[in-house]
């Protein structure tokens, strides 16, 4: 059974889960503006041609490049099928679509290492997470979102407000810490990053802290200091817990489109990036960026904005994002 398939098989049931046809609505309600630009014009597309020809595969590439899949991904996406379809003698427009979503769902599996997107807790001792990601992306809220839903969990959460050179970044999070009712370690305007890791280690060693998330810069103009500081922040963080950090997550504008992708190269370049947190997914039509950022970068996206509220940023579910973004509503 091909992807497609199973695909409208497996959600074609009502599912008794309360939290994932909730989860399911989510996705479904959040890339709506994406499925109406790429799922909706694959189907007109295929009903303009009853045999698929170049100038098939030319629109199609077209509709690819304009949901932000990338250049490259389109590309090779396109080359596999149409050697397939020659190979195969497939002619008709709508299997052709298939077999793209079935292509689509590999490359992401084969693109990087095994996909984990919920952070991994360590044993005995406060996990820690840094957060990084340029100004605007919903960098503070994606780390607020985070919180929450691990304080749901049961953990013992907390922040630490390291990027100490934007204005207002520390403000903010301390607003969301006192909205969350978790502790936080902050510093001074401009002071040392790595001297806010180092007291928000100690704090979490000493109260027992499950999650410390830490929020860092995000500036990209000088990735020499950018490395620096991060490296030093590594180091400190390390020297009071082991292996820290354990996770390290940028957050992307999903609305950015490309020039997301780009910020999340450039990023990749200084850091070990351990997973991609999208926001604003509901505000865009350029779903396919997440198969471009995966392809581009071998990095998983852990966690994906549907909506404005607290509970809106979900673990990304590849089947659900496919389904959402290709397929279309579920019937019940």
């Not at 007109?44 to 098939?56: A, P």
């Not at 860092?216 to 200091?225: F, P």
Request: aromatic content about 6%.
């Amino acid at each position: 059974m091909g992807l497609f398939a199973y695909l409208k098989n497996k959600f074609s049931k009502k599912k008794d889960d309360q939290k994932e046809q909730i989860t399911a609505e989510k996705y479904q309600k959040g890339l709506a503006k994406s499925r109406a630009a790429f799922a909706d014009r694959l189907e007109e597309l295929s009903k303009r041609y009853e045999k698929v020809n170049s100038d098939y595969f030319d629109e199609l590439e077209q509709i690819l490049i304009e949901a932000d899949v990338g250049v490259e991904l389109t590309l090779k996406l396109l080359d596999q099928l149409l050697s397939k379809s020659q190979k195969e003698n497939i002619s008709e427009p709508k299997r052709i679509n298939e077999e793209l979503i079935d292509m689509m769902f590999v490359d992401y599996l084969e693109s990087g290492d095994s996909i984990v997107n919920d952070v991994q807790f360590q044993e005995g001792q406060p996990t820690v997470l840094l957060v990084i990601g340029v100004n605007g992306v919903g960098k503070t809220t994606s780390i607020a979102k985070l919180a929450k839903r691990y304080q749901n969990q049961g953990k013992k959460v907390m922040l630490a407000a390291a990027d100490t050179f934007r204005a207002g970044a520390v403000e903010q999070l301390k607003i969301w810490a006192s909205r969350l009712d978790c502790p936080i370690v902050t510093g001074a305007e401009n002071s040392d990053p790595a001297s806010v890791c180092f007291d928000a280690a100690r704090y979490a060693k000493e109260h027992g802290i499950d999650l410390l998330i830490v929020d860092t810069a995000g500036r990209l103009q000088n990735k020499k200091n950018l490395m620096d500081e991060l490296a030093k922040m590594k180091r400190v963080l390390s020297r009071e817990i082991s292996n820290a950090p354990h996770e390290t997550f940028l957050v992307i504008d999903g609305t950015t489109g490309q020039n997301g992708v780009q910020q999340a190269i450039s990023f990749k370049e200084v850091v070990d990036l351990t997973g991609i947190v999208i926001t604003k997914m509901d505000g865009t039509s350029k779903g396919g960026i997440i198969l471009s950022i995966r392809d581009e970068l071998g990095v998983p996206v852990r966690f994906i904005g549907l909506g404005e509220k607290m509970d809106d940023l979900e673990e990304f579910d590849l089947d659900e994002y496919l389904h959402a973004l290709l397929v279309g509503e579920r019937k019940e």
